[in-house]
């Protein structure tokens, strides 16, 4: 553990000052500070960085298209444990440390859930003193900002690094890697054995930029490496000798500067849809290509044997994103290490486990082989030839031609990503329990009757520091007055709280802080968007990307029904209410911006109407993330998880609002189930149809939307709105949303679970009022939330996947 003495902290902060700026403090601004501050904090942590780096154990390296970190001062602060000291430190230098954190830029380097739990994964994996290592992309633009003009979304490019760096990271020129992309590959005879030549390529050198992870309170230092994509200007001691020869025009140095540079320069901002651009494949291949080179080259250099690879590492690839992982190690381990495929074909299974974050079919990547042909010549030989032994496989084993070709790597010309993950890897998992149930028995059928023994569960979580000691201080104080603070390192020991279910001046703290936070959400609220909300009405909060499948739509449909209900009966017994929503929709999905541009009709429209001012309020946070995040869970009462039942793989909003006392309003789905076998019903409020029954409708019918709109008035009453000017300003996109429910038979069942829903939000209005029961809910939410860190996550990926069989593994058990 580092300490740091506040005298020798202020010498450094001068110090540092005085070197990178030349200029005494008074005259800095808040950023230049902020980067001296981080100076310092990485002066800290130098050593035990690269101590971390010297390798002692198995080490896991975890690709990801995608990090969405978060602000990072706050919370490297609170694990290094010198939050205090810094912060009387630089009271004495005159420098607020808040002024800094808020200076910090939130990095965007990713959409929503699958880059958010990376970072939750990264940084318990420092807390659990796992050598594990993150590989990504340094997009020059992360996840466009979000405007609302006029109530529609508008997208600016986000522009993370127009500080001219970013303070946390570390450029390593002399780490560079080569990427080869297109040419021609040539098989020339070597002895006896045929040697594989890449000729013509083009070669991309990969950057790394180092992000240091840094443990809970201890010594562990990890790395986030994220790679930038650049032109080989400089001979790095690799071989470039077959690269494409350039003819050294202007024109041509242009177009491959163009070319290398566009790799790295923008996240592609879908969250479901996969849209096959050549760009992104390109993507893929250029951090998959260069995290295993990296990988192996570290590896070569412990002079071990290569064929014990899969004792010193294990590769983990989230999501189908970096499935070019298992073809990339293969062609390592068969033209630069000689191995045969069978010995090449061994390491690699047994070095690679996969996660799987989705069963929607327009998510599931299929690349062309012509694209992959071209692109990656010598990887797409080595999918064919994997493809080709797979089908002997399949032929011996089954005559179901149906169930084979569903099975095949290779298909109508594709090439089927989570196939070449499965087949490629030993360790497929579902990211919650019926997630993971419903590839075993209903997508990837096939694949487990075939392997049972590579399947599991391993259900999310969230990284309980930042989402809670970090973002909500008053409770984490609260609860550590109450049962110590031994759940900081085993959040299990949060049930502890349990004991003062009977407790009213427990139950009554607990009220003022949630009190409190909303009192500065609604402050914020006011500065931010010049709206008045009374933080005495229920906060109800749904805050994720923006699909048709999570069912915004449901949310604000039956807003408008309440507020019909209220125009109606002013004296409707209603508690008043403050709706937060918080969502991006991905630039190219038309339904769901119109969705946006609805809430924010219906918003203007109620919350300028005197009539229901006092009772119902809709803000629409812009441009959501994770800053804005830490800001609106710790003031929520009720957590929005109404996804359409099978549809959301987990879910990890639902787990960060209960962890900070809200109450789930919740279809059974994703993780809400574990969520509501954690607290019991009594706990939670459920609604809406079972996944057997969504299950039965789509592969039977019966459901008619249109029956139901015709039958039901109060259904039809504000499905109407939609189209008949009730809303104004809504043109097109009324028609457009009205079309999705009654014309295409509301594929995600928003009306089928209509009423249902309303009946679920009447009775926590009813709930609400009796406000002591009210807080008993939410202390044993919080109770009983310990389950979902990450630290149980990650602590379950050790030691059924990443370290099982090995020695280590014992820490995990
Ligand atoms: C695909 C192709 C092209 C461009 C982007 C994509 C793409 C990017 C992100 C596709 C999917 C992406 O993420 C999916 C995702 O975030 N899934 C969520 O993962 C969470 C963590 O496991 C779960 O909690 C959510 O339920 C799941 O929707």
């Given at each position: 553990?580092?300490?740091?003495?506040?005298?020798?902290?202020?010498?450094s902060?001068?110090?540092?000052?005085?070197?990178?700026?030349?200029q005494?403090i008074?005259?800095?601004?808040?950023?230049?500070?902020?980067?001296?501050l981080?100076?310092?904090?990485?002066?800290?942590?130098a050593?035990r960085?690269?101590?971390?780096?010297i390798?002692?154990?198995?080490?896991?390296?975890y690709?990801?298209?995608e990090?969405?970190?978060g602000?990072?001062?706050?919370?490297?602060?609170l694990?290094l444990?010198?939050e205090?000291?810094i912060?009387?430190?630089?009271k004495e230098?005159?420098?607020?440390?808040?002024?800094?954190?808020?200076?910090?830029?939130?990095?965007?380097?990713?959409?929503?859930?699958?880059?958010?739990?990376?970072a939750?994964f990264?940084?318990s994996?420092?807390?659990?003193?796992?050598?594990?290592h993150?590989?990504?992309?340094r997009?020059?633009?992360?996840l466009?900002?979000?405007?609302?003009?006029n109530?529609?979304?508008?997208?600016?490019p986000?522009n993370?690094?127009s500080?001219?760096?970013?303070?946390w990271?570390?450029?390593?020129?002399?780490?560079?890697?080569?990427?080869?992309?297109?040419?021609e590959?040539?098989?020339?005879?070597?002895?006896?054995?045929?040697?594989v030549?890449?000729?013509?390529?083009?070669?991309?050198?990969?950057?790394?930029?180092?992000?240091p992870i840094?443990?809970?309170?201890?010594d562990?230092?990890?790395?986030?490496?994220?790679?930038?994509?650049e032109?080989?200007?400089?001979?790095?001691?690799?071989n470039?000798?077959?690269?494409?020869?350039?003819?050294?025009?202007?024109?041509?140095a242009?177009?491959?500067?163009?070319?290398?540079e566009?790799?790295?320069?923008?996240?592609y901002?879908?969250?479901?849809n996969?849209a096959?651009?050549?760009?992104?494949?390109?993507?893929?291949?250029?951090?998959t290509?260069?995290?295993?080179?990296?990988?192996?080259?570290?590896?070569?250099?412990?002079k071990?044997?290569?064929?014990?690879?899969?004792?010193k590492?294990?590769?983990?690839?989230?999501?189908t994103?970096?499935?070019?992982?298992?073809?990339e190690?293969?062609?390592?381990l068969?033209?630069?290490?000689?191995?045969?495929?069978?010995?090449?074909w061994?390491?690699?299974?047994?070095?690679?486990?996969?996660?799987n974050?989705?069963?929607?079919?327009?998510?599931?990547?299929?690349?062309?082989?012509?694209?992959?042909?071209t692109l990656?010549p010598r990887?797409?030989m080595?999918i064919e030839?994997?493809?080709?032994?797979?089908?002997?496989?399949?032929?011996?084993?089954?005559?179901?031609?149906?169930k084979?070709?569903?099975?095949?790597?290779?298909?109508?010309?594709n090439?089927?990503m989570?196939?070449?993950?499965?087949?490629?890897?030993h360790?497929?998992?579902?990211?919650?329990?019926?997630?993971?149930k419903?590839?075993?028995k209903?997508?990837?059928?096939?694949?487990?009757?075939?392997?049972?023994?590579?399947?599991?569960?391993?259900t999310?979580?969230?990284?309980?520091r930042?989402?809670?000691?970090?973002?909500n201080?008053?409770?984490?104080?609260?609860?550590?007055?109450?049962?110590g603070d031994?759940?900081?390192?085993?959040?299990?020991r949060?049930?502890?709280?349990?004991?003062?279910?009977?407790?009213?001046?427990?139950?009554?703290?607990?009220?003022?802080?949630?009190?409190?936070?909303?009192?500065?959400?609604?402050?914020?609220?006011?500065?931010?968007?010049?709206?008045?909300?009374?933080?005495?009405?229920?906060?109800?909060?749904?805050?994720?990307?923006?699909?048709?499948?999570k069912?915004?739509?449901?949310?604000?449909?039956?807003?408008l029904?309440l507020y019909?209900?209220?125009?109606?009966?002013p004296?409707?017994?209603?508690?008043?209410?403050?709706?937060?929503?918080?969502?991006?929709a991905?630039?190219?999905?038309y339904l769901a911006?119109c969705?946006?541009k609805?809430?924010?009709?219906?918003?203007d429209?109620?919350?300028?109407?005197?009539?229901?001012?006092?009772?119902?309020?809709?803000?629409f946070?812009?441009?959501?993330?994770?800053s804005?995040?830490?800001?609106?869970?710790?003031a929520?009462n009720?957590?929005?998880?109404?996804?359409?039942?099978t549809?959301e793989?987990?879910?990890?909003?639902?787990?960060k609002?209960?962890m900070?006392?809200?109450?789930?309003?919740?279809?059974?789905d994703?993780?809400?189930?574990?969520?509501?076998?954690?607290?019991?019903e009594?706990?939670?409020?459920?609604f809406?149809?079972?996944?057997?029954?969504?299950?039965?409708?789509?592969?039977?019918?019966?459901y008619?939307?249109?029956?139901?709109y015709q039958?039901?008035?109060?259904i039809?009453r504000?499905?109407?709105d939609?189209?008949?000017?009730?809303?104004?300003n809504?043109?097109s996109?009324?028609?457009?949303?009205?079309?999705s429910?009654?014309?295409?038979?509301?594929?995600?069942?928003?009306?089928?679970?209509?009423e249902?829903?309303?009946?679920?939000q009447?009775?926590?209005?009813?709930?609400?009022?009796r406000?002591?029961?009210w807080?008993r809910?939410?202390l044993m939410?919080?109770?009983?939330?310990?389950?979902?860190?990450?630290?149980r996550t990650?602590?379950?990926?050790?030691?059924?996947?990443?370290?099982?069989?090995?020695?280590?593994?014992?820490?995990?058990?």
């Open positions: 553990m580092v300490t740091i003495s506040k005298k020798k902290f202020k010498q902060f001068e110090t540092k000052m005085y070197s990178l700026y030349a005494p008074k005259d800095a601004t808040n950023e230049q500070l902020l980067s001296v981080c100076c310092v904090i990485k002066d800290i942590i050593k960085w690269i101590e971390t780096n390798d002692k154990e198995k080490e896991v390296y690709f990801c298209i990090f969405l970190l602000r990072q001062l706050k919370s490297n602060l694990n444990d010198i205090d000291s912060r009387d430190g630089l230098l005159g420098i607020e440390l808040d002024d800094l954190i808020n200076a910090e830029t939130d990095p965007a380097l990713g959409n929503g859930g699958l880059g958010r739990l990376a939750c990264l940084d994996m420092a807390s659990l003193k796992i050598n594990g993150g590989y990504g992309i997009y020059q633009n992360g466009f900002e979000q405007k609302f003009v109530g529609y979304q508008v997208e600016v986000d993370w690094l500080q001219g760096a970013y303070f990271e570390t450029v390593r020129p002399n780490k560079a890697i080569v990427v080869k992309f297109e040419g590959i040539e098989l020339v005879k070597d002895n006896d054995r045929l040697k030549k890449h000729k013509n390529y083009i070669p991309v050198m990969a950057m790394p930029y180092d992000i840094i443990g809970y309170h201890n562990t230092i990890n790395t986030l490496r994220l790679w930038k994509s032109i080989q200007s400089r001979d790095f001691g690799q470039t000798s077959n690269a494409k020869n350039y003819s050294g025009s202007y024109e041509d242009l177009a491959y500067k163009y070319y290398a566009e790799i790295s320069q923008v996240l901002p879908n969250d479901s996969y096959g651009r050549l760009l992104r494949l390109k993507q893929e291949y250029f951090f290509s260069a995290g295993i080179q990296d990988i192996i080259r570290k590896y070569r250099r412990t071990q044997d290569i064929k014990s690879l899969q004792n590492v294990a590769i983990h690839i989230n999501d994103h970096p499935t070019l992982c298992i073809p190690l293969m062609r390592i068969l033209d630069e290490e000689g191995l045969s495929w069978e010995e090449a061994k390491i690699t299974t047994n070095t690679i486990s996969y996660t974050h989705t069963i929607m079919a327009e998510a599931m990547e299929k690349w062309p082989i012509d694209m992959i042909k990656l990887i797409y080595i030839e994997i493809n080709r032994r797979y089908n002997l496989y399949l032929d011996d084993k089954y005559n179901d031609e149906n084979k070709q569903h099975m095949r790597i290779i298909n109508w010309d090439v089927n989570a196939n070449l993950c499965i087949v490629g890897s360790s497929i998992n579902g990211v919650a329990a019926l997630h993971t419903l590839l075993k209903e997508v990837l059928r096939d694949f487990y009757e075939d392997k049972p023994e590579k399947f599991n569960n391993k999310n979580g969230i990284a309980h930042r989402w809670l000691m970090s973002s201080p008053e409770l984490s104080d609260l609860i550590t007055d109450l049962i031994k759940w900081k390192k085993d959040t299990t949060l049930k502890d709280l349990e004991k003062y279910k009977l407790n009213t001046s427990v139950l009554n703290r607990l009220d003022e802080i949630k009190h409190h936070n909303k009192e500065h959400l609604a402050d914020f609220i006011n500065n931010t968007y010049n709206v008045q909300v009374n933080p005495n009405s229920i906060f109800d909060v749904q805050i994720k990307r923006l699909h048709a499948y069912r915004q739509l449901l949310n604000i449909l039956n807003i029904d019909h209900e209220l125009l109606e009966n004296n409707f017994d209603m508690q008043p209410r403050t709706f937060i929503f918080g969502a991006k991905a630039p190219g999905y911006k969705i946006i609805f809430i924010n009709s219906v918003a429209k109620i919350n300028n109407d005197p009539r229901v001012n006092e009772k119902i309020k809709i803000i946070v812009e441009n959501y993330g994770v804005l995040a830490e800001k609106i869970i710790p929520a009720i957590g929005e998880q109404i996804s359409t039942t549809k793989a987990s879910g990890t909003s639902n787990m609002l209960m900070n006392g809200a109450i789930t309003l919740a279809t059974l994703g993780a809400n189930v574990e969520i509501f076998e954690q607290v019991g009594d706990n939670i409020i459920l809406g149809l079972s996944a057997q029954q969504v299950l039965d409708y789509n592969k039977y019918g019966g008619s939307a249109l029956d139901l039958s039901n008035r109060r039809k504000v499905v109407d939609l189209i008949n000017g009730f809303i104004p809504m043109d996109e009324g028609r457009e949303i009205y079309n429910l009654i014309t295409y038979n509301d594929e995600y069942f928003v009306l089928r679970d209509m249902n829903y309303s009946e679920a009447a009775k926590i209005n009813k709930l609400y009022q406000k002591e029961q807080n809910m939410s939410n919080i109770a009983n939330s310990g389950i979902f860190s990450t630290d990650i602590s379950e990926y050790a030691k059924d996947i990443w370290f099982k069989g090995c020695e280590i593994n014992e820490k995990y058990i």
